[in-house]
């Protein structure tokens, strides 16, 4: 089964500091994704990659930036953090472009800023 | 504008009963995939079902079936004889094939609870 890892479960941070959140998958995916989820919004894309070095934004971008130096590790960066980026944020991979292609999700980390 | 709409409440289901979950998509891509997850209360999303929109039979997936409806833009999701693990958030998604890369849009979910 493919695993996507997210480093922390919870995290509480403090508003201005750099936060990273790491994601890991270990089946050789091409695609990674970063959402967001929120109580009565869903899932909202904040950055997707499809290859090393390569990312796109999504629908949220703002406040946050993205790191893809190896395949299997896709980091999100909060550059300064505020108390609006409180939320559960989950990580995403895919095989590659295909339309029917899944995503497998993390287990998610609940990041609270103060 | 929102692409994926679930406007359902929060639903109470009877074990062993079926229930239906809607969701109305938007697009103006002739091809694209509809898909529901599941999240349970731990958090993780779990794959169910898939439907491409070319597909020309409802995708079934044991419990789990599709009923697409192209025309109306529809995808609901049907979960025959419920059982008290199905109770979790429930979310349709879309990937329109104008980005190309597989990215999924999704609702805001539907919550259904099991009850014995």
């Known amino acids: 089964d493919v695993k996507v890892t997210q480093s922390s479960r919870y995290l509480v941070k403090r508003t201005g500091e750099k936060v990273f959140l790491e994601c890991v998958q270990d089946?050789?995916?091409?695609?990674m994704f970063w959402y967001r989820q929120d109580p009565g919004l869903g899932l909202r894309l904040i950055y997707f990659s499809y290859d090393v070095k390569m990312k796109e934004k999504g629908d949220i971008p703002e406040g946050y930036s993205v790191s893809r130096e190896k395949k299997e590790r896709f980091s999100l960066i909060l550059e300064s953090a505020s108390t609006n980026q409180t939320s559960m944020y989950l990580c995403?991979?895919?095989?590659?472009?295909?339309?029917?292609?899944?995503?497998?999700f993390g287990s998610g980390t609940q990041l609270s800023v103060l | 504008a929102q692409k994926i709409t679930q406007t359902q409440p929060g639903m109470f289901v009877q074990e062993k009963e079926a229930v239906t979950l809607d969701c109305t998509y938007d697009?103006?891509?002739?091809?694209?995939?509809l898909f529901w997850y599941k999240q349970p209360s731990s958090g993780e999303m779990i794959f169910l079902i898939y439907?491409?929109?070319?597909?020309?039979q409802n995708a079934t997936e044991g419990r789990y079936s599709l009923n697409f409806q192209k025309a109306r833009k529809s995808a609901n999701l049907v979960i025959s004889a419920s059982q008290l693990g199905d109770s979790a958030m429930y979310f349709c998604a879309m990937r329109e094939d104008f980005y190309g890369n597989n990215r999924l849009a999704f609702g805001k979910g539907n919550q259904v609870v099991v009850i014995p």
């Open positions: 995403a991979s895919s095989r590659d472009r295909s339309g029917n292609e899944k995503l497998f």
């Open positions: 089946m050789d995916h091409e695609n």
């Open positions: 439907q491409g929109s070319y597909d020309e």
């Open positions: 697009t103006s891509d002739q091809s694209y995939g």
